[in-house]
RNA sequence: AGCCCGCUAGCUCAACGGUUAGAGCGCCGCUCUUAUAAGGCGUCGGUUCCGGGUUCGAAUCCCGGGCGGGCUACCA
């Protein structure tokens, strides 16, 4: 048997098991690699994956597009760099271990030890990189992955002492130094694998990066009022929030009176959705083209927005209306100016930002006034808005312009400090109730309501943001011009990064194109880019500040900081650039000499991971490799927050270093949902692991579904899917394939046994020719990363081979001549099978692995060992029949319409009939000539004839082709070019009236003598209204119209007709057939091999007994039976009782 | 709040301003089959989101509105 036995019923997700032992055991990937080396380049960068828990349904997505392009590729010829990445450093992490440990905030954190708290996180980085690693194996992903064991040791060693001395195998050879220094060098050449954000290279590439932005002028400290997470402790940069992350919240709102200074009884009312900010307040700002009114309501005057009005209480009087500017510099008294900290001149601030309040020379008490503002709006509140300097980013900048003091009443835990009486050291978030009971004793409060609005919350602990006067590093996008960027000078690109990565951005092919809108929607809206943190694991920014004399310091790489150390250089030597061994370090102050600490902060994580195009390809130390590898050719990913994230900062880094693209195309893709189109959740119960999709669904499968999806839109995910797409795609393939093996291994079948292609019936040149439109389909869909349609190419012709090649080919496949027709057949449907699985290797990589061990490797040992070794297949002009596909869609549209008929007319198929009668155009006519004796076949008739006289069957309908005779008619009635209404009216009632009375023409025509006249390319003219107007072929559609009352049906302008006279030997031909059919789903039902002999035995009634001796030797070859005797069956043989027709009949085998 | 995309059969989606708005899936009926939980044929199924307009002619173009998704901004 040349090939191993193959079930129609197979186990996948077991069988993609055994591939990925048999895949280890052969080293596959790695012969691979080294096949592919050397040769032209392609280069993939993958955006690093947080390893910071297993890995979801919706990682695979992503994952199976990188998986099938750099197979695709591979199979190409080109050499890649097969590396994944692992994001590790920064909040995300933090957060997971800060939970394992219970801890509550920041300070439990410093107070378990910086050291090994980072230990900590070190090690989960490693865990979870070794599960997703393992998963990612699973899915059938090759890359470089590294060997888990190692990395769960290196994980455990860390644990127990960072010190130790360790020694690894590496690529080039031995590696040793502590396990901190091995895990900080993992990804890099020396080790291999993937790589890893938190390895010193990727640290120390970013302080380079940072250093270069400081060199321009670009790196800054700036003060703001910012989004601010108190259980986090840092502040939160508006790249990092994103539109989910400002869900519906709703708050109390309170409406304040503030008494106006000299003037009794009258108030101003003002409305905060924020009441802790109320402590803070030092101005009100109104809109100075505003109209504000003057009411009155009991002895009370209050002051308000006109639009506003409907929000008063009860009833009121207008006393008279003024413009906000006319309330300019009005004074009031504020709601809490009992409180130290209002009274404080210059304002007042936690200790560590008192630098950073500016001097205002007077308390808030003293400053409160009414200001004017542009923005104020009043479509909600008063129209008079409370401005808390401290408390509010916009209030901020309004209190620099007007030279208010700052009150700044919380510190990084939210919490009030001292100088705020009763709301010391009180929380933000629970001061609400006393603000209320405060304004009410104090007889301050109009109304309080709750309020529901669109709220900031942290990203990532989604606790609620407040807004705090924090001190951050940003880096300066530079300005926003005000003109098109065509426009600009060559300095003014140069001062300002954002348009230099716009010209970046430019030049990068972006899939689907709106990616590029969005990315320019981003950078021309976005602000400086805060890159610090006030945490403890990530990046540990380069920046010493000098708190003599203010200036930073900015050290661009490790040998620069040693180079400049003065003191603790011992304690950091040996250690990855990170908290706590870093901050050991001092320098010397480059302007006065002063020794410099390190500023505490760690850096944004998006630096980690913008940087990897340089930090993984060896910018600083390998530029030649460099030089092969940048800029990437392709990198994919999760289009949400990434315009923002990753390809931000990854576009942003490679501008701000090389002013290159980083990468020349991207494909992004949308958000995986559950089937039931909500998002994946434990709570809902729609949400489904990557290890029990593997497991139940198994990777092929799940990958496909992947594959095929519109990547642009968001996709559900689920069993259901799952499970159409093994029936309608992977189950199919895999019948077929199993068919092959089956008939190919009883005519002990092999592959040299291959009769020329010229030699071969049409159908096997049809299918040849298919299979070479899809190889030309395919190849340039995925040379433009369009997935889903190179995998929709696919289907159909699945279908076209399972459906019409292999059924209409089987009995060629079963006849026991073994001749050059059988070897024809056998030939062609491996080169497709072959052909196939290198196709679909890159998609679904086990399933083409299996069927290619089994059809190549089990026949032939000097074939490339694996499937995903050899070669793309490309197009066999040759074999590119294309007017044979022509001729076969046409022989199957003849095919489609006998069928109909039959169903229309209740004559079933296995009653054969004398002829088909088609009418058709000497195009179709020609194409069908060819096919004739297979369309017969097929329709289970005895001939297929061309209509004598097509009136007979059909008659003519004729409509105007308005597309065409919409010219003409334009050229005969002009668009009259003038403005009087009454001869434009004209012109169009006389248009009308043509197109009209073209139908009305045509349909007085003689149809049949019109059908003829088109037929033979001849025009005509036609008189519409007195207008002689010349019908070209192309003006007129003729439609064949069936005549009631015949068998006939009709497609376009292809007509097919059945001759339904039933004749007394038609009719026992039929009943032969119904004969053998019962004689088969017996050998079916007894389980019988289809290669055993029978012998029959039967009683029927006369008329079918007679049909069976007719048919006696027609019969004896479809069933395979040596004897056949209208006799009663042994005992024990398998027997049928039927009727049909009016017959009826018993029938039995019994096996020889 | 602004912008973008979409809204067509139960579901997923087609249809250069052109004629009778079509496919696939599902349902039901018939049928074919010694590979197929398969295939073939057919029935049922439509206010093309709503309302105006332009045009000889609108699912398609324009205006207004509704719903869904996305992006951006976030404000008292």
Same mark, same amino acid.
């Given at each position: 048997m040349p090939f191993k036995p193959v079930s129609s019923k197979t186990n996948f997700p077991e069988l993609e098991r055994d591939i990925l032992r048999w895949w280890k055991e052969t080293d596959a990937f790695n012969k691979l690699r080294k096949l592919r080396a050397g040769g032209k380049t392609w280069s993939f960068v993958d955006g690093p994956i947080t390893a910071n828990n297993p890995m979801g349904v919706h990682h695979a997505w992503g994952r199976t597009y990188k998986d099938i392009f750099q197979r695709y590729r591979a199979m190409q010829?080109?050499?890649?760099?097969?590396?994944?990445?692992?994001?590790?450093?920064?909040?995300?992490v933090e957060v997971n271990v800060e939970k394992d440990l219970g801890f509550k905030s920041k300070r439990d954190i410093e107070a378990y030890g910086l050291a090994p708290f980072v230990v900590l996180c070190k090690q989960r980085v490693l865990n979870y990189s070794a599960v997703q690693t393992e998963q990612s194996v699973r899915l059938g992903y090759w890359m470089d992955w590294n060997d888990t064991n190692t990395l769960r040791m290196l994980s455990e060693k860390l644990g127990e002492n960072p010190n130790q001395m360790l020694t690894v195998q590496g690529p080039q050879g031995p590696v040793t130094g502590t396990v901190e220094q091995i895990v900080g060098q993992l990804g890099l050449p020396q080790l291999g694998g993937s790589y890893y954000t938190f390895s010193d290279e990727n640290n120390y590439q970013i302080w380079g990066f940072i250093k270069k932005c400081a060199d321009n002028g670009w790196l800054y400290k700036g003060t703001d009022v910012m989004p601010w997470c108190a259980r986090c402790g840092t502040g939160v940069s508006e790249h990092e929030i994103s539109t989910e992350d400002y869900p519906d919240l709703t708050h109390t709102s309170i409406t304040a009176r503030f008494p106006l200074r000299?003037?009794?009884?009258?108030?101003?009312?003002?409305?905060?959705?924020?009441?802790?900010?109320?402590?803070?307040?030092?101005?009100?700002?109104?809109?100075?083209?505003?109209?504000?009114?003057?009411?009155?309501? %009991?002895?009370?005057?209050?002051?308000?927005?006109?639009?506003?009005?409907?929000?008063?209480?009860?009833?009121?009087?207008?006393?008279? @209306?003024?413009?906000?500017?006319?309330?300019?510099?009005?004074?009031?008294?504020?709601?809490?100016?009992?409180?130290?900290?209002?009274?404080?001149?210059?304002?007042?601030?936690?200790?560590?930002?008192?630098?950073?309040?500016?001097?205002?020379?007077?308390?808030a008490v003293q400053a409160h006034r009414v200001i004017l503002w542009k923005d104020v709006g009043d479509a909600e509140g008063t129209g008079l808005v409370h401005i808390a300097p401290g408390c509010g980013a916009e209030d901020f900048h309004l209190g620099k312009e007007f030279g208010l003091p700052v009150v700044a009443p919380i510190d990084e835990n939210g919490t009030f400090i001292e100088n705020f009486s009763a709301f010391s050291g009180m929380s933000a978030f629970e001061v609400a109730p006393k603000v209320i009971e405060s304004l009410t004793q104090k007889n301050y409060l109009y109304r309080a309501d709750d309020y529901s609005h669109r709220y900031p919350t942290c990203w990532r602990c989604k606790t609620e943001l407040l807004? @705090?006067?924090?001190?951050?590093?940003?880096?300066?996008?530079?300005e926003t011009y005000d003109k098109p960027r065509a426009q600009l000078k060559q300095a003014e690109k140069a001062r300002s990064l954002r348009y230099q990565i716009m010209d970046v951005v430019d030049q990068i092919k972006w899939v689907p194109q709106f990616g590029y809108d969005r990315e320019?929607?981003?950078? @021309?809206?976005?602000?400086?880019?805060?890159?610090?943190?006030?945490?403890?694991?990530?990046?540990?920014?380069?920046?010493?500040?000098?708190?003599?004399?203010?200036?930073?310091?900015?050290?661009?790489?490790?040998?620069?900081?040693?180079?400049?150390?003065?003191?603790?250089?011992?304690?950091?030597?040996?250690?990855?650039?990170?908290?706590?061994?870093?901050?050991e370090v001092k320098i010397k102050c480059e302007k006065c000499g002063g020794k410099v600490t390190r500023i505490k902060d760690v850096g944004n994580p998006w630096l980690d991971a913008g940087i990897v195009t340089m930090s993984t390809m060896g910018y600083r130390t390998d530029r030649a490799y460099w030089e092969k590898w940048y800029p990437a050719d392709f990198i994919t990913e999760s289009f949400p927050g990434q315009f923002r994230n990753w390809f931000y900062s990854v576009l942003a880094m490679g501008t701000a270093v090389t002013g290159q693209p980083p990468f020349k195309?991207?494909? %992004? !893709?949308?958000?995986?949902?559950?089937?039931?189109?909500?998002?994946?959740?434990?709570?809902?119960?729609?949400?489904?692991?990557?290890?029990?999709?593997?497991?139940?669904?198994?990777?092929?499968?799940?990958?496909?579904?992947?594959?095929?999806?519109?990547?642009?839109?968001?996709?559900?995910? %689920?069993?259901?899917?799952?499970?159409?797409?093994?029936?309608?795609?992977?189950?199919?393939?895999?019948?077929? !394939?199993?068919?092959?093996?089956?008939?190919?291994n009883l005519d002990k079948w092999t592959p040299d046994r291959r009769p020329p292609t010229a030699d071969r019936n049409q159908l096997d040149r049809w299918i040849l020719a298919r299979l070479q439109s899809l190889i030309a389909e395919m190849t340039p869909l995925l040379d433009g990363y369009d997935s889903p349609s190179a995998a929709r190419a696919v289907e159909p012709f699945i279908d076209d081979l399972s459906n019409w090649y292999l059924r209409r080919s089987r009995?060629?496949?079963?006849?026991?001549?073994?001749d050059g027709d059988k070897q024809a057949a056998y030939a062609t449907l491996y080169e497709v099978l072959v052909t196939l699985t290198k196709l679909l290797a890159p998609f679904i990589p086990f399933v083409a692995e299996a069927m290619y061990q089994n059809l190549v490797r089990s026949v032939d040992a000097n074939a490339p060992e694996s499937v995903h070794h050899t070669n793309w297949p490309s197009v066999d002009e040759a074999k590119f029949d294309k007017q044979l596909l022509a001729d076969m869609a046409i022989a199957r549209s003849v095919v489609n319409l006998g069928h109909s008929i039959r169903a229309a007319k209740a004559i079933k198929v296995r009653q054969p009939l004398g002829r088909a009668i088609v009418v058709a155009d000497a195009a179709q006519r020609e194409s069908l000539t060819h096919l004739r004796d297979l369309a017969a076949d097929e329709l289970n008739v005895h001939a297929v004839e061309y209509a004598a006289r097509e009136e007979e069957l059909v008659s003519y309908q004729l409509r105007p082709n308005f597309a065409t005779l919409n010219e003409k008619v334009k050229v005969l009635v002009p668009e009259p070019e003038t403005d009087d209404k009454q001869i434009k009216k004209d012109a169009r009632e006389k248009r009308k009236a043509v197109m009209g009375g073209l139908t009305t023409a045509l349909n007085a025509a003689d149809a049949s003598q019109v059908a003829a006249t088109v037929r033979a390319g001849s025009s005509f003219t036609l008189d519409v209204n007195g207008l002689a107007i010349e019908i070209a072929p192309a003006d007129v559609l003729v439609t064949p119209?069936?005549?009631?009352?015949?068998?006939?049906?009709?497609? %376009?302008?292809?007509?097919?007709?059945?001759?339904?006279?039933?004749?007394?030997?038609?009719?026992?031909?039929?009943?032969?057939?119904?004969?053998?059919?019962?004689?088969?789903?017996?050998?079916?039902?007894?389980?019988?091999?289809?290669?055993?002999h029978i012998r029959v035995f039967y009683t029927?009634?006369?008329k079918l007994a007679s049909a069976i001796e007719t048919w006696r030797e027609y019969i004896s070859g479809e069933t395979l039976a040596d004897e056949m005797q209208a006799s009663a069956a042994p005992a024990g043989a398998a027997s049928v009782e039927d009727g049909f027709d009016g017959e009826k009949l018993t029938v039995a085998l019994v096996k020889k």
């Amino acid at each position: 048997m040349p090939f191993k036995p193959v079930s129609s019923k197979t186990n996948f997700p077991e069988l993609e098991r055994d591939i990925l032992r048999w895949w280890k055991e052969t080293d596959a990937f790695n012969k691979l690699r080294k096949l592919r080396a050397g040769g032209k380049t392609w280069s993939f960068v993958d955006g690093p994956i947080t390893a910071n828990n297993p890995m979801g349904v919706h990682h695979a997505w992503g994952r199976t597009y990188k998986d099938i392009f750099q197979r695709y590729r591979a199979m190409q010829g080109f050499d890649e760099r097969w590396q994944n990445g692992f994001d590790c450093q920064g909040l995300w992490v933090e957060v997971n271990v800060e939970k394992d440990l219970g801890f509550k905030s920041k300070r439990d954190i410093e107070a378990y030890g910086l050291a090994p708290f980072v230990v900590l996180c070190k090690q989960r980085v490693l865990n979870y990189s070794a599960v997703q690693t393992e998963q990612s194996v699973r899915l059938g992903y090759w890359m470089d992955w590294n060997d888990t064991n190692t990395l769960r040791m290196l994980s455990e060693k860390l644990g127990e002492n960072p010190n130790q001395m360790l020694t690894v195998q590496g690529p080039q050879g031995p590696v040793t130094g502590t396990v901190e220094q091995i895990v900080g060098q993992l990804g890099l050449p020396q080790l291999g694998g993937s790589y890893y954000t938190f390895s010193d290279e990727n640290n120390y590439q970013i302080w380079g990066f940072i250093k270069k932005c400081a060199d321009n002028g670009w790196l800054y400290k700036g003060t703001d009022v910012m989004p601010w997470c108190a259980r986090c402790g840092t502040g939160v940069s508006e790249h990092e929030i994103s539109t989910e992350d400002y869900p519906d919240l709703t708050h109390t709102s309170i409406t304040a009176r503030f008494p106006l200074r000299g003037r009794a009884n009258e108030y101003l009312l003002v409305w905060t959705t924020t009441p802790w900010t109320l402590t803070s307040n030092v101005a009100v700002a109104v809109g100075p083209e505003l109209t504000y009114v003057k009411v009155k309501q %009991g002895d009370d005057v209050y002051y308000l927005s006109e639009g506003t009005v409907k929000m008063l209480k009860g009833a009121y009087e207008i006393l008279g @209306r003024l413009k906000g500017a006319e309330m300019e510099g009005w004074t009031y008294n504020g709601p809490f100016d009992e409180l130290p900290a209002q009274q404080t001149v210059g304002g007042y601030a936690p200790a560590e930002l008192r630098n950073h309040i500016g001097n205002a020379q007077t308390s808030a008490v003293q400053a409160h006034r009414v200001i004017l503002w542009k923005d104020v709006g009043d479509a909600e509140g008063t129209g008079l808005v409370h401005i808390a300097p401290g408390c509010g980013a916009e209030d901020f900048h309004l209190g620099k312009e007007f030279g208010l003091p700052v009150v700044a009443p919380i510190d990084e835990n939210g919490t009030f400090i001292e100088n705020f009486s009763a709301f010391s050291g009180m929380s933000a978030f629970e001061v609400a109730p006393k603000v209320i009971e405060s304004l009410t004793q104090k007889n301050y409060l109009y109304r309080a309501d709750d309020y529901s609005h669109r709220y900031p919350t942290c990203w990532r602990c989604k606790t609620e943001l407040l807004f @705090r006067l924090v001190d951050e590093w940003f880096i300066s996008m530079g300005e926003t011009y005000d003109k098109p960027r065509a426009q600009l000078k060559q300095a003014e690109k140069a001062r300002s990064l954002r348009y230099q990565i716009m010209d970046v951005v430019d030049q990068i092919k972006w899939v689907p194109q709106f990616g590029y809108d969005r990315e320019m929607d981003w950078l @021309r809206l976005m602000h400086d880019w805060m890159i610090s943190k006030k945490r403890y694991w990530g990046l540990a920014l380069p920046i010493w500040e000098c708190v003599e004399c203010g200036h930073f310091n900015v050290i661009g790489s490790r040998d620069e900081l040693q180079a400049r150390a003065v003191e603790g250089w011992n304690k950091f030597d040996g250690h990855t650039p990170h908290r706590p061994f870093i901050d050991e370090v001092k320098i010397k102050c480059e302007k006065c000499g002063g020794k410099v600490t390190r500023i505490k902060d760690v850096g944004n994580p998006w630096l980690d991971a913008g940087i990897v195009t340089m930090s993984t390809m060896g910018y600083r130390t390998d530029r030649a490799y460099w030089e092969k590898w940048y800029p990437a050719d392709f990198i994919t990913e999760s289009f949400p927050g990434q315009f923002r994230n990753w390809f931000y900062s990854v576009l942003a880094m490679g501008t701000a270093v090389t002013g290159q693209p980083p990468f020349k195309a991207l494909m %992004g !893709y949308g958000t995986l949902f559950a089937e039931d189109g909500r998002p994946m959740h434990k709570s809902l119960g729609n949400a489904i692991e990557f290890n029990e999709a593997a497991d139940n669904i198994g990777a092929d499968v799940m990958r496909w579904m992947f594959a095929r999806t519109r990547y642009e839109t968001n996709m559900l995910f %689920g069993y259901h899917v799952a499970d159409e797409t093994r029936r309608m795609f992977l189950l199919p393939l895999w019948n077929v !394939y199993s068919f092959f093996v089956t008939y190919a291994n009883l005519d002990k079948w092999t592959p040299d046994r291959r009769p020329p292609t010229a030699d071969r019936n049409q159908l096997d040149r049809w299918i040849l020719a298919r299979l070479q439109s899809l190889i030309a389909e395919m190849t340039p869909l995925l040379d433009g990363y369009d997935s889903p349609s190179a995998a929709r190419a696919v289907e159909p012709f699945i279908d076209d081979l399972s459906n019409w090649y292999l059924r209409r080919s089987r009995r060629r496949f079963w006849k026991s001549e073994d001749d050059g027709d059988k070897q024809a057949a056998y030939a062609t449907l491996y080169e497709v099978l072959v052909t196939l699985t290198k196709l679909l290797a890159p998609f679904i990589p086990f399933v083409a692995e299996a069927m290619y061990q089994n059809l190549v490797r089990s026949v032939d040992a000097n074939a490339p060992e694996s499937v995903h070794h050899t070669n793309w297949p490309s197009v066999d002009e040759a074999k590119f029949d294309k007017q044979l596909l022509a001729d076969m869609a046409i022989a199957r549209s003849v095919v489609n319409l006998g069928h109909s008929i039959r169903a229309a007319k209740a004559i079933k198929v296995r009653q054969p009939l004398g002829r088909a009668i088609v009418v058709a155009d000497a195009a179709q006519r020609e194409s069908l000539t060819h096919l004739r004796d297979l369309a017969a076949d097929e329709l289970n008739v005895h001939a297929v004839e061309y209509a004598a006289r097509e009136e007979e069957l059909v008659s003519y309908q004729l409509r105007p082709n308005f597309a065409t005779l919409n010219e003409k008619v334009k050229v005969l009635v002009p668009e009259p070019e003038t403005d009087d209404k009454q001869i434009k009216k004209d012109a169009r009632e006389k248009r009308k009236a043509v197109m009209g009375g073209l139908t009305t023409a045509l349909n007085a025509a003689d149809a049949s003598q019109v059908a003829a006249t088109v037929r033979a390319g001849s025009s005509f003219t036609l008189d519409v209204n007195g207008l002689a107007i010349e019908i070209a072929p192309a003006d007129v559609l003729v439609t064949p119209q069936p005549k009631p009352g015949f068998a006939v049906a009709s497609e %376009g302008t292809l007509v097919v007709a059945l001759d339904t006279n039933l004749t007394a030997e038609l009719v026992a031909e039929g009943l032969a057939r119904e004969f053998v059919r019962r004689v088969q789903d017996l050998r079916k039902s007894a389980n019988y091999d289809i290669a055993d002999h029978i012998r029959v035995f039967y009683t029927a009634t006369p008329k079918l007994a007679s049909a069976i001796e007719t048919w006696r030797e027609y019969i004896s070859g479809e069933t395979l039976a040596d004897e056949m005797q209208a006799s009663a069956a042994p005992a024990g043989a398998a027997s049928v009782e039927d009727g049909f027709d009016g017959e009826k009949l018993t029938v039995a085998l019994v096996k020889k």
